[in-house]
């Protein structure tokens, strides 16, 4: 579904130039989820704004179902969840559908108003799918932080994208709870057959929730290790149990050090 090949990045600055990625390639499968781990300020990030098309790569190719990456096709979280306080919990979940309304333009009115309203039904069949429905009528100080960080994954989901990409995304949690939601967010990603990407600096939860771990170098960045997760729990905090977390962990660890 993605294919990154022999991408470059170099930053211009009155210092002078500045490599920050070389020769970056792998491949992402339709449902995969992705993590990428290496060392700080290695470019693990830029990856990521490569990805969705805010940057350009300035060598290589970046490509998501054959076709060339562009803002629309990927859906990103933050570390923090950026909802407005203001605005309820549907609102805040409807706050990309009405950003987005411009893409239906092309179409008479009434075609405009039925794709809306299909976007805003899908987003409240999320909801109600995992179980944030009964506070669509209350307030972002009124949810716990894991909640509001599940508010944040579904008002992303409901503009459909093909991708998406995570970004330190439980970083701002405590430690209970960022394992709690870990476990939400894998099983709603499983659960629609989503592919993410995630950037994270904790080998652990990078090995708990993926399907494959991308160790990088420092910058200027290269893959220097793709690790196949085959671990048969099916949630991140019971894949923490089985006896070769460790062994994955040991190895990413030297990798990195």
């Keep these: 579904m993605l294919k990154l090949e022999n991408v470059a990045l170099n930053y211009y600055s009155k210092n002078g130039e500045t490599l920050a990625l070389e020769n970056i390639s792998f491949e992402v499968q339709q449902g995969e989820l992705i ?18 098309g805010l940057i ?30 203001w605005r309820t919990i549907e609102k805040n ?11 239906y333009k092309k179409y008479e009115k009434e075609e405009q108003k039925r794709r809306i309203t299909e976007d805003k039904n899908h987003a409240i069949e999320l909801l109600k799918k995992y179980g944030l429905y009964e506070f669509k009528d209350k307030y972002p100080n009124q949810l716990s932080g894991g909640m509001r960080q599940r508010v944040a994954l579904i008002r992303t989901l409901a503009l459909k994208p093909e991708i998406l990409l995570l970004d330190e995304a439980f970083s701002a949690l405590d430690f209970q709870t960022r394992l709690n939601v870990c476990n939400d967010v894998h099983n ?29 170098t420092s910058r200027p960045a290269k893959v220097k290790a793709i690790h196949n997760i085959e671990l048969t729990s099916k949630t991140p905090l019971s894949r923490r149990e ?8 040991n190895q990413i660890w030297e990798e990195l050090t």
Aim: one cysteine or more.
């Design 35 to 52: 993590s990428i781990v290496g060392p700080s300020g290695c470019g693990k990030t830029t990856i990521l704004s490569l990805i969705s």
């Design 188 to 216: 709603i990603l499983k659960s629609e057959n989503k592919t993410a990407i995630m950037v994270t600096h904790d080998i652990s939860e990078a090995i708990s929730m993926s399907d494959r771990v991308i160790v990088l």
């Design 242 to 249: 089985e006896a070769q977390f460790n062994e994955y962990f």
């Design 93 to 103: 979940v409807y706050l990309g559908i009405e950003i987005q309304q411009q893409k």
């Design 56 to 85: 350009k790569p300035s060598k290589g190719s970046i490509k998501i179902n054959n076709k060339d990456v562009s803002p629309n096709n990927s859906g990103y979280m933050f570390q923090k969840d950026h909802l407005f306080d």
